[in-house]
């Protein structure tokens, strides 16, 4: 069945957060991911499946099962490594997003036994999953707290190596697998493992607008893309290109974008005065205020840009204590003040 | 707009009408309440504005993945020599009516699963070596049948679902919309071309907002159902009585008791120029809903003070809309349980840890990839001989191998009353959200029952999630007299329930056990610490791990013989803080 076009990313209202931290991924892939929490109906999982239109072509090697890149010598699948010292067929295609469904086996996720060859021809062979498909792309997992655990376990060990191993049925194949991962869920239906929330290189909280007028202009706009879903998409397609190229724009200049010592030195402040552990917060600050610097077509990292992406890097990285009550994002928002301001 | 909106009578009629004419936008619809004639009536009188010819799939309580979602089929498989898909009930359902049964009980993977597919028309399966997207445009009829301290129906899907009848409120007789199957066929091929004015999208928010209901889902599902409703009456457009039956069906009655309420009192003739300050008294409803009506008046007062007034809503008497987000307002202060510490794990479920040779006997579930790939490498040898496409021999059969990991569920029955120190409830609400942070790493959960003057109350039923337990502890007030026994005994049902789903019951009663309070609920009855006595000891008889902390000043005999009847750990801790006792339960647990 062909899928109905998706709710364009540009019609979403408000929620700016959960734009600007989705825009920042598909600029750096390296940031490491977003999580997207918060109220029902908030379109959550409407702006993750709007990503996938946003996202500038990338070149891979024709028939290669991973995606490979061109310039990457490393993939070891039979296409890439007998085209390794001839030319190769190289395509441009969309960047994948790919859904990992509720009720996912764990053979569709790693790959197994290609069952077809297995069963008709009597072969062994190896039929990809799902964590190839997303190589070099995203994947996003709706109701990411209610993911069974072994598959958190086995997602967790692949981000974290980049590579897929797999060892079973009496196959041995590796595999590259470089994703962006993308979480969804409501804090209500539990919590995420720390290990899995660390995953995460921004972590967005979203809310039910308060205004009146927001919630009226959400469910107009909802309801003529329900009513005609291709003319919608149509009237909204001139903004969702300028986002597109503003993303591509961002990309190319991603590397000429600096990041003056000051800055560095405030992110570095910041986590300490946060109590947040490991480098790794620091690392995707500077990073997601790089990229949104470029987003903005600047090549010089401000304060304030700094201060823009603080809450959305760091909100999750905080010690938990129970007895504090504050909104995760507000503490950083204070010591955002704190530290930047003095 | 005299006739203003549908008297209540015809509202069940007509929800089944709109859901058969607007069937997958607006969801489906929630049937609460006990299952009896009236559901059932309800049920048939849906199937006779549907076409005969649509399906109509019941999802049983115990549904695995496999069924829900579709898998490989083995005897094709193995007939044809290779993978042949078989779809599940989701995908049957595509274009009639899913029937969720038990649906407050069904895993949240289970209606996640749902809710994934009302959102995105299609079923999407990575199973056993085979991917599909399959079509799947249904309604869904959620039989709701919770009560009381039930963990409710699984928010998400609740969300998703626009319609709402209470079947307590429902006669057996036939149901009545005044349309048939065949009106609802031409209404349906009609509704995309019904209009809806821009002021029509304020007004509907306005009275959600009013009402308290926050997601747009809502909303949507309104309009969805005004359209329904203007295409069933020929009209070309939604007018205000469309608009108005469409906010009774989808938002009014979405809050429990309305149905009984406007039954009772039909709305106003001349609705929407009632003054405010002539709304009709909040209705005397129904008993429980009374005292926490009352209890909530406050909350209910300041929350939203004037959007009553000012909003332009949808054509409902504005007496009646204040009448109704009051009674709104009373409802969602009810702390729904957690849907994380509802989630029932049966034998066969688990964690599935992989897969062993063994044949599908004693409740084993065959695993049938595996088998097949078990066989698979060999089938080429086998076949010289086999006639059947595929040779499966006993020593290729699989069967699955699940961890069940039993979680502990951590009960505090905290005695709120005067006797037990004010500063006493400070520490324990320290205690539990200092387990609770450790539960939550350890994927275990915590309840919280508390009593004081004439009953307990069940604060925080069993889940894992901090922001519902910091809700509840934040509401625990302290003060009055002790009444143990009833403390007591709902520690018993609570542990009881979680017993019932497979989990681990830790019991933390923390109390001076001063009981003065009968299960008459009598001050000063002389039998109030026997009767905790004999609760205590039927608890004993369950058990499970019990810990008795004693925070009276002095270690107190009661406590002790507390402690000796409930066969527990006894804690005379005087001067316990927080990390104290948190240290203690977690000695107890090990």
Same mark, same amino acid.
């Given at each position: 069945?062909?899928?109905?076009?998706?709710?364009?990313?540009?019609?979403?209202?408000?929620?700016?957060?959960?734009?600007?931290?989705?825009?920042?991924?598909?600029?750096?892939?390296?940031?490491?991911?977003?999580?997207?929490?918060?109220?029902?109906?908030?379109?959550?999982?409407?702006?993750?499946?709007?990503?996938?239109?946003?996202?500038?072509?990338?070149?891979?090697?024709?028939?290669?099962?991973?995606?490979?890149?061109?310039?990457?010598?490393?993939?070891?699948?039979?296409?890439?490594?007998?085209?390794?010292?001839?030319?190769?067929?190289?395509?441009?295609?969309?960047?994948?997003?790919?859904?990992?469904?509720?009720?996912?086996?764990?053979?569709?996720?790693?790959?197994?036994?290609?069952?077809?060859?297995?069963?008709?021809?009597?072969?062994?062979?190896?039929?990809?999953?799902?964590?190839?498909?997303?190589?070099?792309?995203?994947?996003?997992?709706?109701?990411?707290?209610?993911?069974?655990?072994?598959?958190?376990?086995?997602?967790?060990?692949?981000?974290?190596?980049?590579?897929?191993?797999?060892?079973?049925?009496?196959?041995?194949?590796?595999?590259?697998?470089?994703?962006?991962?993308?979480?969804?869920?409501?804090?209500?239906? +539990?919590?995420?493992?720390?290990?899995?929330?660390?995953?995460?290189?921004?972590?967005?909280?979203?809310?039910?607008?308060?205004?009146?007028?927001?919630?009226?202009?959400?469910?107009?706009?909802?309801?003529?893309?329900?009513?005609?879903?291709?003319?919608?998409?149509?009237?909204?397609?001139?903004?969702?290109?300028?986002?597109?190229?503003?993303?591509?724009?961002?990309?190319?200049?991603?590397?000429?974008?600096?990041?003056?010592?000051?800055?560095?030195?405030?992110?570095?402040?910041?986590?300490?005065?946060?109590?947040?552990?490991?480098?790794?917060?620091?690392?995707?600050?500077?990073? &997601?205020?790089?990229?949104?610097?470029?987003?903005?077509?600047?090549?010089?990292?401000?304060?304030?840009?700094?201060?823009?992406?603080?809450?959305?890097?760091? #909100?999750?990285?905080?010690?938990?204590?129970?007895?504090?009550?504050?909104?995760?994002?507000?503490?950083?928002?204070?010591?955002?003040?704190?530290?930047?301001?003095? | 707009?005299?006739?203003?909106?549908?008297?209540?009578?015809?509202?069940? +009629?007509?929800?089944?009408?709109?859901?058969?004419?607007?069937?997958?936008?607006?969801?489906?619809?929630?049937?609460?309440?006990?299952?009896?004639?009236? #559901?059932?009536?309800?049920? !048939?009188?849906?199937?006779?504005?549907?076409?005969?010819?649509?399906?109509?799939?019941?999802?049983?309580?115990?549904?695995?993945?496999?069924?829900?979602?579709?898998?490989?089929?083995? +005897?094709?498989?193995?007939?044809?020599?290779?993978?042949?898909?078989?779809?599940?009930?989701?995908?049957?359902?595509?274009?009639?009516?899913?029937?969720?049964?038990?649906?407050?009980?069904?895993?949240?993977?289970?209606?996640?699963?749902?809710?994934?597919?009302?959102?995105?028309?299609?079923?999407?399966?990575?199973?056993?070596?085979?991917?599909?997207?399959?079509?799947?445009?249904?309604?869904?009829?959620?039989?709701?049948?919770?009560?009381?301290?039930?963990?409710?129906?699984?928010?998400?899907?609740?969300?998703?679902?626009?319609?709402?009848?209470?079947?307590?409120?429902?006669?057996?007789?036939?149901?009545?919309?005044?349309?048939?199957?065949?009106?609802?066929?031409?209404?349906?091929?009609?509704? &995309?071309?019904?209009?809806?004015?821009?002021?029509?999208?304020?007004?509907?928010?306005?009275?959600?907002?009013?009402?308290?209901?926050?997601?747009?889902?809502?909303?949507?599902?309104?309009? &969805?159902?005004?359209?329904?409703?203007?295409?069933?009456?020929?009209?070309?457009?939604?007018?205000?009585?469309?608009?108005?039956?469409?906010?009774?069906?989808?938002?009014?009655?979405?809050?429990?008791?309305?149905?009984?309420?406007?039954?009772?009192?039909?709305?106003?003739?001349?609705?929407?120029?009632?003054?405010?300050?002539?709304?009709?008294?909040?209705?005397?409803?129904?008993?429980?809903?009374?005292?926490?009506?009352?209890?909530?008046?406050?909350?209910?007062?300041?929350?939203?003070?004037?959007?009553?007034?000012?909003?332009?809503?949808?054509?409902?008497?504005?007496?009646?809309?204040?009448?109704?987000?009051?009674?709104?307002?009373?409802?969602?202060?009810?702390?729904?349980?957690?849907?994380?510490?509802?989630?029932?794990?049966?034998?066969?479920?688990?964690?599935?840890?992989?897969?062993?040779?063994?044949?599908?006997?004693?409740?084993?579930?065959?695993?049938?990839?595996?088998?097949?790939?078990?066989?698979?490498?060999?089938?080429?040898?086998?076949?010289?001989?086999?006639?059947?496409?595929?040779?499966?021999?006993?020593?290729?059969?699989?069967?699955?191998?699940?961890?069940?990991?039993?979680?502990?569920?951590?009960?505090?029955?905290?005695?709120?009353?005067?006797?037990?120190?004010?500063?006493?409830?400070?520490?324990?609400?320290?205690?539990?959200?200092?387990?609770?942070?450790?539960?939550?790493?350890?994927?275990? !959960?915590?309840?919280?029952?508390?009593? #004081?003057?004439?009953?307990?109350?069940?604060?925080?039923?069993?889940?894992?999630?901090?922001?519902?337990?910091?809700?509840?502890?934040?509401?625990?007030?302290?003060?009055?007299?002790?009444?143990?026994?009833?403390?007591?005994?709902?520690?018993?049902?609570?542990?009881?329930?979680?017993?019932?789903?497979?989990?681990?019951?830790?019991?933390?009663?923390?109390?001076?056990?001063?009981?003065?309070?009968?299960?008459?609920?009598?001050?000063?009855?002389?039998?109030?610490?026997?009767?905790?006595?004999?609760?205590?000891?039927?608890?004993?008889?369950?058990?499970?791990?019990?810990?008795?902390?004693?925070?009276?000043?002095?270690?107190?005999?009661?406590?002790?013989?507390?402690?000796?009847?409930?066969?527990?750990?006894?804690?005379?801790?005087?001067?316990?803080?927080?990390?104290?006792?948190?240290?203690?339960?977690?000695?107890?647990?090990?």
């Amino acid at each position: 069945m062909a899928a109905r076009k998706p709710f364009p990313f540009t019609a979403i209202v408000g929620q700016d957060d959960m734009k600007r931290a989705i825009l920042i991924a598909a600029v750096d892939l390296s940031v490491g991911g977003v999580l997207v929490f918060g109220d029902r109906g908030t379109g959550k999982s409407t702006a993750v499946r709007a990503l996938a239109s946003l996202l500038p072509k990338m070149a891979v090697v024709e028939d290669c099962p991973y995606n490979g890149s061109p310039d990457d010598t490393r993939c070891q699948c039979a296409v890439c490594r007998s085209h390794r010292r001839k030319p190769r067929t190289v395509r441009q295609v969309p960047v994948p997003v790919i859904d990992l469904p509720l009720g996912a086996t764990e053979d569709r996720v790693v790959g197994a036994l290609d069952l077809e060859r297995a069963l008709g021809h009597g072969e062994k062979a190896f039929e990809p999953g799902l964590l190839a498909r997303a190589n070099r792309g995203f994947l996003y997992i709706d109701e990411v707290n209610l993911l069974e655990d072994h598959l958190v376990d086995l997602l967790l060990d692949v981000a974290a190596s980049g590579e897929n191993l797999v060892e079973r049925e009496g196959l041995s194949v590796r595999h590259p697998a470089r994703f962006v991962l993308v979480g969804s869920g409501n804090p209500e239906e +539990g919590e995420l493992r720390p290990q899995l929330l660390d995953r995460f290189g921004l972590s967005v909280d979203v809310r039910t607008p308060t205004e009146l007028s927001m919630r009226v202009e959400v469910v107009k706009r909802r309801d003529a893309y329900e009513q005609d879903a291709v003319a919608f998409n149509r009237r909204w397609s001139r903004k969702d290109g300028a986002v597109r190229r503003q993303i591509a724009k961002a990309r190319e200049q991603l590397g000429d974008v600096s990041v003056p010592d000051d800055v560095l030195e405030a992110a570095a402040r910041l986590c300490m005065h946060l109590g947040t552990d490991g480098l790794r917060g620091e690392l995707t600050l500077v990073r &997601a205020a790089r990229a949104h610097a470029a987003l903005q077509g600047r090549d010089v990292v401000s304060m304030s840009h700094l201060a823009d992406i603080a809450p959305i890097c760091l #909100r999750h990285r905080l010690r938990r204590n129970p007895l504090d009550d504050t909104d995760a994002g507000v503490r950083v928002q204070r010591a955002v003040t704190e530290v930047l301001e003095a | 707009m005299t006739e203003s909106a549908t008297s209540a009578e015809m509202l069940p +009629g007509l929800a089944a009408a709109v859901l058969a004419v607007a069937g997958p936008s607006i969801g489906g619809v929630v049937l609460s309440g006990p299952s009896g004639p009236g #559901r059932d009536a309800w049920l !048939q009188g849906l199937l006779q504005h549907l076409d005969p010819a649509r399906p109509w799939i019941r999802v049983p309580i115990s549904v695995t993945d496999e069924r829900l979602l579709g898998g490989l089929d083995l +005897g094709a498989t193995l007939s044809s020599g290779k993978p042949v898909f078989s779809s599940g009930l989701l995908a049957q359902a595509d274009g009639g009516l899913l029937e969720l049964r038990m649906a407050e009980r069904q895993s949240p993977a289970t209606c996640a699963a749902v809710a994934a597919v009302l959102d995105e028309g299609c079923v999407r399966v990575e199973r056993d070596g085979l991917t599909r997207v399959e079509p799947a445009r249904f309604t869904v009829a959620a039989l709701d049948e919770a009560v009381e301290d039930d963990a409710p129906l699984d928010l998400a899907l609740r969300d998703r679902l626009g319609l709402t009848i209470e079947t307590a409120q429902l006669g057996d007789g036939p149901l009545l919309s005044g349309f048939d199957a065949e009106d609802c066929r031409v209404a349906r091929a009609r509704m &995309a071309q019904v209009a809806v004015a821009d002021a029509d999208y304020d007004r509907v928010c306005s009275t959600s907002d009013a009402l308290g209901i926050s997601s747009p889902r809502a909303a949507l599902q309104t309009i &969805a159902a005004a359209r329904a409703l203007a295409a069933l009456g020929g009209a070309g457009h939604v007018d205000d009585t469309a608009l108005a039956t469409a906010t009774l069906l989808v938002l009014v009655l979405r809050i429990p008791g309305a149905l009984e309420m406007l039954g009772a009192e039909p709305p106003a003739e001349d609705a929407p120029d009632m003054p405010e300050d002539a709304a009709p008294e909040p209705p005397s409803g129904s008993p429980e809903s009374a005292p926490d009506a009352q209890q909530n008046d406050s909350v209910a007062d300041g929350q939203r003070p004037d959007t009553v007034d000012d909003a332009d809503t949808a054509s409902l008497p504005s007496g009646l809309l204040a009448s109704l987000a009051q009674l709104a307002a009373s409802q969602r202060q009810r702390v729904p349980a957690g849907r994380a510490g509802a989630r029932a794990r049966a034998r066969h479920r688990g964690r599935p840890i992989g897969n062993r040779a063994g044949l599908p006997v004693d409740g084993n579930r065959l695993d049938v990839p595996a088998t097949l790939k078990a066989a698979a490498p060999l089938q080429r040898l086998r076949q010289r001989r086999a006639t059947a496409p595929v040779a499966v021999r006993a020593d290729d059969l699989r069967v699955r191998v699940f961890q069940q990991k039993r979680s502990t569920t951590t009960l505090f029955v905290v005695d709120a009353s005067g006797s037990a120190a004010i500063q006493r409830l400070a520490e324990t609400k320290g205690a539990v959200e200092l387990l609770l942070a450790e539960c939550y790493v350890r994927r275990d !959960q915590v309840a919280l029952i508390a009593f #004081r003057n004439e009953h307990a109350e069940l604060l925080l039923p069993p889940t894992r999630s901090l922001v519902r337990a910091k809700r509840a502890l934040s509401s625990l007030p302290g003060g009055g007299a002790t009444p143990l026994a009833h403390g007591l005994a709902m520690a018993r049902d609570v542990s009881d329930a979680c017993s019932e789903r497979g989990e681990q019951p830790l019991i933390v009663v923390m109390t001076d056990a001063r009981a003065n309070v009968d299960l008459d609920g009598v001050r000063g009855g002389p039998d109030a610490f026997e009767q905790a006595l004999a609760i205590a000891r039927d608890i004993a008889t369950r058990g499970h791990t019990v810990l008795s902390i004693d925070t009276g000043r002095r270690p107190g005999q009661r406590a002790q013989q507390l402690a000796d009847a409930l066969q527990a750990r006894y804690l005379p801790l005087p001067f316990a803080d927080a990390h104290t006792v948190c240290a203690a339960v977690r000695g107890a647990a090990a």
